[in-house]
C-alpha cells in the first residue's frame, strides 16, 4: 500500500511536545527541547509533566494532549517526550486527523502502527529525552529529514546475517511494542515491506519468544527483508550465548535477506528513518538506502 508523506517543516514552524508514555527526567527534557526550539515553535503545556504510576499522567490527559496534537491545523508536526510505556492504552481512542509529522521511537512504536495502518509515514527518531544526548550528525540528519523533500543518506557498514536484497516501506520499531499490535486493527500490513527491529532490556530469551510469536503469526510470510538496529542490554548474566547469535538464527530461519548493527535504537547513537518510506535494504553490503523522503 502507498504511505501519504506528511508536509516538511519549515523554520519556525509550531509544533507539539507530547507525553503519550511515561514520565521523564526534567534535565533530560529540557536538554532535547533546546535542540527543538531553537529551529521551531515547540507548544506544550505544564500537564506534561504530570506523574501517575509509570505513566505520565492518567490516561485522559495523555489521549487529550495526543489528539489535540493530531486534531490542531496549526502544529506542523509532534515530538514525544519519552517512550517507557504507555501509548498503547491510548490507541483506541486515537484520532489523527490531517496527515502531520510524529517523531519517536520505542513505546511509541504503538503510534507509527496506528499511523503506518492509516497509511501515513512518520519518523522513527529520538525522543527529547534522547535528543540532547545524541551526536550533531544523529540531529542533523533529524532536522534534514522532517525538512527536506529529498531521500535521506544511506545507512552503512552494517553486518550481513542473510545475504540478498530487498525493496519495500520501512515498517516496525521496538520488537516488544510491535508483538503486542498483532491481532488488531493498528498493525501495518507487512506483505512487501521490510521489517525494521530494535529493542533494549529483553533478555535473548524473550527476544526469541517475541520473534517467535511474529513467526507464528505470519508477519515473515511474503515479508521482503529485515533491518537489526540495536538491542541494548539485551545479554543473559554469565550466558555462554549472546542476543546477537540468538538473532542471528532467528533471522537466518527466515531466509530473509537481513543485516544487523545500524545504529537505530536504544544505543548511543539513534540514527532517525522515515517508516512508510520505501528502501532499499542490500543485506550483502550491510546497506539501508532511502528510495523516498519521509516528507512531501
Not at 73 to 91: D, I, N, Q
Not at 146 to 161: M, Q
Not at 166 to 186: D, Q
Given at each position: ?24 527526567d526534567r534535565e533530560a527534557f529540557e536538554a532535547g527541547l533546546a535542540l527543538v526550539q531553537r529551529r521551531y515553535t515547540a507548544r506544550f503545556t505544564d500537564g506534561l509533566f504530570t ?232 543485506a550483502t553490503a550491510g546497506r539501508l538506502e532511502f528510495l523516498e523522503a519521509l516528507v512531501g
Amino acid at each position: 500500500m502507498p504511505f501519504v508523506a506528511p508536509p516538511a517543516l519549515r523554520s519556525g514552524d509550531p509544533v507539539a511536545i507530547v507525553a503519550p508514555s511515561g514520565p521523564f527526567d526534567r534535565e533530560a527534557f529540557e536538554a532535547g527541547l533546546a535542540l527543538v526550539q531553537r529551529r521551531y515553535t515547540a507548544r506544550f503545556t505544564d500537564g506534561l509533566f504530570t506523574r501517575h504510576r509509570y505513566l505520565a499522567g492518567d490516561d485522559a490527559r495523555r489521549a487529550a494532549e495526543l489528539n489535540q496534537a493530531f486534531a490542531d491545523p496549526e502544529l506542523k508536526a509532534v515530538f514525544t517526550a519519552r517512550g517507557g510505556y504507555g501509548s498503547m492504552r491510548l490507541l483506541a481512542g486515537l484520532k489523527l486527523g490531517a496527515p502531520r509529522l510524529f517523531v519517536g521511537f520505542s513505546d511509541v512504536t504503538a503510534v507509527h502502527g496506528a499511523l503506518q495502518a492509516h497509511g501515513v509515514r512518520s519518523l522513527h527518531g529520538p525522543v527529547l529525552t534522547q535528543l540532547g544526548r545524541q551526536p550533531p550528525g544523529a540531529v542533523d540528519r533529524l532536522f534534514g529529514l522532517l525538512e527536506s523533500t529529498a531521500p535521506a543518506a544511506p545507512l552503512l557498514n552494517a553486518r550481513t546475517v542473510v545475504p540478498g536484497v530487498a525493496e519495500g516501506p520501512l515498517l516496525g520499531g521496538n520488537l516488544s511494542v510491535l508483538t503486542r499490535l498483532l491481532g488488531t486493527r493498528f498493525m501495518p500490513p507487512t506483505r512487501g515491506a521490510v521489517l525494521l527491529l530494535e529493542d533494549v532490556g529483553e533478555r535473548p530469551y524473550r527476544l526469541d519468544r517475541m520473534w517467535t510469536h511474529l513467526a507464528l503469526a505470519g508477519v515473515f510470510e511474503g515479508l521482503a527483508g529485515i533491518v537489526l538496529g540495536d538491542f541494548t542490554g539485551c545479554e543473559e548474566r554469565e550466558a555462554d550465548y549472546g542476543s546477537a547469535e540468538v538473532l542471528r538464527s532467528l533471522a537466518q530461519q527466515t531466509g530473509l535477506p537481513c543485516a544487523a548493527g545500524f545504529a537505530i535504537g536504544h544505543g548511543t547513537v539513534n540514527l532517525p528513518v522515515p517508516l512508510g518510506a520505501r528502501v532499499r535494504l542490500d543485506a550483502t553490503a550491510g546497506r539501508l538506502e532511502f528510495l523516498e523522503a519521509l516528507v512531501g
